[in-house]
Nanobody, 127 residues
């Protein structure tokens, strides 16, 4: 059974930092595209950072502005999102996702191309 387990969300003051983690079970990220997405109330889901595990192609949300980084042990099926200098507009539910065909054709941060999704973790940034 394919599963994602996310952790690391919470409440933080503006200017603070959080690290989100995602662990896959039942598969690893070899030859996948991996992405972090977020969805705020009343808004569409948007890509935060998406990468290809094959050639390193990547796409960043315009709001990232160097504040967030993605890392992980993809062969072991773990991926992290380090978020620094958080702003109240970063408040959202954050999801990790994977596209098993993303190593062949990188889909960028198009959420419709990602087949596997975590349950989401809430990030709340207070002003």
């Amino acid at each position: 059974e394919v599963q994602f387990v996310e952790s690391g969300g919470g409440l933080v003051q503006a200017g603070g930092s959080l690290t989100l983690s995602c662990a896959a079970s039942g598969f690893t990220f070899d030859n996948y595209a991996i992405g972090w997405f977020r969805q705020a109330p009343g808004k569409e889901r948007e890509g935060v950072i998406c990468i290809s595990n094959t050639d390193g192609s990547s796409e960043y949300g315009k709001f990232v502005k160097g504040r967030f980084t993605i890392s992980g042990d993809y062969a072991r099926g773990t991926v992290n999102l380090q978020m620094n200098n958080l702003e109240p507009d970063d408040t959202a539910v954050y999801y990790c996702a994977a596209d098993p065909f993303g190593g062949t054709w990188f889909p960028g941060c198009d959420p419709s191309e990602y087949d596997y999704w975590g349950q989401g973790t809430q990030v709340t940034v207070s002003s």
